[in-house]
């Protein structure tokens, strides 16, 4: 959009790991536009679906990366396997010798949980299963891309939650299974933080408000083009975004020559807007969590608009 601020991120390498759709595939759109090469894994292809049986692919994604201006490269990796993380970073090493950005967005877990189902009462598979999607996967990950990531200083790692550490500190976050994977994950940016800082490198959590993800737009029967149509029956559905927003987030943070300054920090797309200055792709700044926040303490409703 005219306006925005684009960073420049020619030459640089980033791997978007769950990028099939969603928040992975806007910010790995968001790096092609910015010029960088960016690797999109997940387990979706146009010859394997995975389990949740959506009909965006990897391939779909490089494609629209490289549409954007990068340079999309899709690789299907299930990341549970540690054999095929190894084989991912394996050729990265060979093709790139490096990587600058690391974006963990590996979920998976929509289908698996039930909100405010108290955990004797949830599916006792289906929360280990989240558990295994949002945590081990990150995890796996971590241990086989780091260490490209630190061979020269300036390394970015993004790990992708669901909302920020101070709004999650005081929330139950929809089931026991669900809060502890997206709690985790912010855990694991500070930590991460903390093992990088050595070797010039930046960990952060970052955390989108109300996705327009192609599942959501789905589910009100709207596309992203109508997607205020849908405002009549769902009016909070005006504090949404769309994954770009999310995107440029990402690609600001990793244009940022001082990026550290952000080392351990949990990060959401609407406070990362008023800081670089970019707008989603209406214009708007849509801060949804200090949206959800003030309303939470307001004596009568607060209109969504206000907080875009």
């Known amino acids: 959009m005219p306006g925005t601020p684009e960073p420049d991120l020619e030459g640089k390498i980033a791997l978007v790991a769950g990028a099939t759709r969603g928040a992975g595939r806007g910010i790995a759109v968001r790096l092609g536009a910015a010029g960088a090469t960016v690797y ?3 387990r979706t292809t146009r010859e ?3 389990e949740y049986d959506r009909p965006e692919t990897i391939e779909e994604t490089a494609e629209l990366v490289t549409a954007a201006g990068g340079t999309g490269i899709a690789v299907p990796a ?3 396997v540690a054999e095929e993380v190894r084989a991912l ?3 990265i090493d060979a093709e790139q010798g490096r990587l600058d950005v690391l974006v963990n967005d590996i979920w998976g877990g929509e289908k698996l949980f039930a909100s405010d189902e108290p955990v004797w009462e949830h599916d006792l598979d289906n929360g280990l299963r989240l558990l295994r999607l949002g945590v081990e996967t990150h995890a796996v990950t971590s241990h086989f891309l780091m260490p490209l990531l630190v061979r020269r200083p300036g390394g970015l790692v993004v790990e992708m939650t669901d909302g920020t550490s101070a709004y999650n ?4 976050r929809n089931s026991y299974f669900y809060d502890l994977v997206k709690n985790s994950v912010l855990r694991m940016a500070f930590v991460l933080a903390h093992e990088l ?4 490198g930046t960990a952060v959590a970052l955390t989108p408000g109300w996705l327009r993800s192609e599942m959501m737009l789905d589910a009100f029967g709207v596309a992203e083009d109508n997607w205020r149509d849908a405002l009549a029956k769902v009016p909070l559905f005006g504090i949404s975004e769309s994954p770009a927003y999310v995107g440029r987030a990402v690609a600001a943070l990793a ?3 001082d990026v550290a300054r952000w080392n351990g920090e949990s990060l959401s797309s609407g406070q990362l807007a008023r800081e670089y200055g970019f707008t989603d792709l209406d214009g708007s700044r849509p801060d949804c969590w ?4 003030d309303s939470e303490n307001a004596d009568e409703p607060v209109d969504a608009d206000v907080y875009r």
């Open 48 to 50: 394997r679906r995975s």
């Open 169 to 172: 500190a005081a929330r139950y």
């Open 78 to 80: 299930d990341h549970l």
């Open 255 to 257: 244009g940022d020559a």
């Open 290 to 293: 200090r949206f959800l926040t």
């Open 40 to 42: 999109v894994t997940g």
């Open 197 to 200: 800082k050595p070797h010039g």
């Open 89 to 91: 970073a394996g050729r």
